[in-house]
């Protein structure tokens, strides 16, 4: 038992009580104050005492115009009225039945019966005792409230500054790095940290330091916060973990109070490990905004940076932290000597997928016959939680048909689940939308399949979607591709025009089917002109910065307003190029748009190998076909 940490609690609790004891007293006084003020009665004015009859003959001459009858005292109180003045008196009670009847026939109307006192201790209950209850329980409701709502800890409103960082023990977080898959260079990074913390003793014989932190980047759902709880897991250590946003407080100080009271007690339970997360909240670039102001974000990024500077490393203490958002952090939070190692936590490639798929998939039942390496291929640019959600969606599918196994086609349904969300079943096309949609569809399709360098069609739907789309055209790559040139990307931009292109070439219409293909065909073409350099009037010449990376990446142009309207007339005029190049593809092979638009139209799904079997089947064969 820790006697130095019992010391400290027994003495915390007493300063903090010292307030509150004195609003309980300044509440007894009041109590006291209204059981005296609140109802005074007429006794506690001077009183003349007088005997029953002439109590009587007061009240025939219609002097009296109250009285009060006190059964406890057996007395009567009645006010006279008398040359204009108020007199009070009093008379002992006589056993009178007639008397109220007289009061009443005499005119006095304020005629009152106080019944026998209570009990003294009944009287003190009810007066003193209840009401200071009362109060007391209602305080510290209050002050729990308050505790609750202000972010303090377990001692109430008085626990400002304190962590409240969540502390796993040696090893309670259950998690290793076998339960981490897809991110082995990270891992390796991590393994070191974990060697030092079990073997401190051969770093410091060839004199080498362990990295005081190490920050954690990368996309959303890449398994950061896993990484972390990993490490502690293997270096079976304690490990604190708290969110950047823990720091921020209503009150200037108290964020920088709490990165304290965190600091100190991982120095009191190391070798540990200090995990937090979303850093950025906290510890955004300083830019001055507020001249001679208080900020309390900086405050609390300026004391997390002194302590970083202050704790001695060899103790085992490591600091660990995950954003993503690294380009808006402050410079002095990454220098060397505070956060010395940064480890990208990057999406996943597809020997990556394939194993995070494995990984989730031994916590459900799996056919035999799945094949996780398909399902990766096909969820290219996944990411971990992405996976995860893919192997969850798969059982929950397997558990509405009433399969006691997941099946290949529960992946496959999942992943579209995951991309396009679910089918909307209630949602049925006129059969002219649907043929309208069949065409679109097969455009997509068809481009991509005459072209190059193109991926090949995986699958092809028109049953609508939740998220809005009325069909889609699914191209899996054979492999991974890191990089893609100009051709490649051309041949994009015309597989997006494609649906448009066969609507017009069929219908000689134009519907708003195509408005997410437009979307992502200008993207594209922007990005191929004012970033990636492909194109002969700009060159090598930057157009526009990509900030959050991360985030989806918010692009923003830096030239000039004459620029800027040449770039558009130049990405009008790539797409309107890929146009043309997709209609002329289509109306090259318009025999086989009605071939295979016709047989999405009749089962409203093809796979790839169907696709491409009719694609290739001979125009004789298919004329035969149709006859049949």
Excluded at 143 to 162: E, H, I, L, N, Y
Excluded at 165 to 186: H, N, R
Excluded at 299 to 309: A, G, K, P, R, V
Excluded at 396 to 413: M, N, P, S
Aim: hydrophobic fraction near 40%; proline fraction near 4%; include cysteine.
């Amino acid at each position: 038992m820790d006697l130095k940490n019992m010391g400290n609690r027994s003495t915390d609790s007493g300063p903090h009580k010292r307030p509150i004891i004195i609003y309980y007293l300044i509440g007894l006084l009041i109590v006291i104050l209204i059981n005296s003020l609140l109802v005074p009665s007429i006794r506690e004015r001077s009183i003349v005492d007088t005997d029953y009859t002439t109590f009587l003959e007061k009240i025939a001459q219609g002097k009296v115009s109250k009285a009060q009858v006190d059964k406890s005292d057996d007395v009567i109180y009645y006010e006279v009225v008398e040359g204009g003045k108020q007199i009070i008196c009093k008379t002992g009670r006589m056993d009178d039945p007639d008397l109220v009847n007289r009061l009443y026939a005499a005119g006095v109307r304020q005629a009152s019966v106080i019944p026998a006192k209570e009990s003294p201790w009944i009287a003190l209950i009810i007066g003193y005792v209840l009401p200071i209850a009362a109060m007391v329980l209602l305080g510290n409701w209050l002050s729990k409230r308050m505790m609750k709502s202000m972010g303090g800890g377990p001692g109430g409103m008085m626990s400002f500054g304190k962590s409240n960082a969540k502390v796993y023990v040696k090893s309670s977080t259950g998690i290793k790095f076998s339960d981490v898959a897809g991110e082995d260079e990270a891992k390796d990074l991590l393994t070191e940290i974990v060697d030092y913390l079990h073997n401190p003793d051969k770093y410091r014989e060839i004199g080498a330091s362990m990295p005081k932190g190490a920050l954690l980047v990368g996309p959303p759902g890449t398994g950061k916060t896993l990484l972390a709880k990993a490490v502690a897991g293997e270096a079976e250590v304690p490990f604190f973990s708290i969110s950047g946003s823990e720091f921020v407080e209503m009150f200037v100080g108290m964020g920088a109070a709490k990165v304290r009271d965190l600091f100190k007690q991982a120095n009191e339970k190391a070798p540990c490990i200090v995990f937090i997360d979303e850093i950025d909240t906290i510890g955004k670039k300083r830019d001055g905004a507020m001249p001679g102001g208080n900020d309390e974000r900086e405050q609390t990024l300026n004391q997390l940076l002194t302590e970083m500077d202050g704790f001695d490393g060899s103790k085992g203490v490591v600091i660990l932290a995950a954003t993503n958002r690294p380009d808006s952090l402050d410079p002095a939070l990454l220098r060397p000597g505070r956060f010395d190692r940064r480890i990208p936590v990057e999406l996943p490639d597809l020997l990556g997928r394939e194993e995070i798929l494995k990984v989730h998939a031994k916590k459900i039942k799996v056919a035999d016959n799945v094949r996780f390496d398909e399902i990766a291929k096909a969820a290219s640019g996944a990411s971990g939680a992405e996976l995860a959600n893919i192997v969850n969606e798969a059982a929950l599918r397997a558990v509405r048909d009433g399969r006691r196994f997941a099946t290949q086609a529960d992946f496959e349904e999942s992943i579209e689940v995951v991309i396009a969300g679910y089918q909307k079943k209630n949602r049925v096309l006129s059969s002219k939308e649907k043929l309208i949609v069949s065409y679109h569809e097969i455009g997509h399709a068809l481009v991509a399949a005459k072209q190059t360098e193109s991926a090949p069609v995986h699958k092809i739907t028109i049953i609508p979607r939740t998220s809005g789309a009325l069909g889609y055209t699914m191209q899996v790559d054979e492999q991974e591709h890191f990089l893609m040139t100009k051709e490649e990307l051309e041949n994009k931009i015309a597989t997006f025009t494609g649906g448009r292109a066969a609507e017009e070439l069929i219908f000689h219409s134009i519907t708003t089917g195509a408005a997410n293909d437009i979307e992502q065909a200008t993207k594209l073409a922007r990005a191929m002109i004012s970033r990636y350099g492909m194109s002969d009037e700009f060159g090598m010449v930057a157009m526009e910065t990509v900030s959050n990376q991360y985030l989806g990446g918010d692009a923003s142009l830096t030239c000039s307003f004459e620029t800027q309207t040449l770039l558009d007339k130049k990405v009008v005029n790539l797409i309107s190029r890929q146009y043309d190049k997709a209609y002329k593809i289509l109306e090259e092979n318009i025999e086989k748009l009605h071939e295979l638009a016709k047989y999405l139209y009749d089962n409203e799904t093809i796979t790839g190998e169907e696709f491409m079997a009719i694609l290739n089947r001979p125009k004789l064969e298919a004329a035969a076909s149709y006859g049949a």
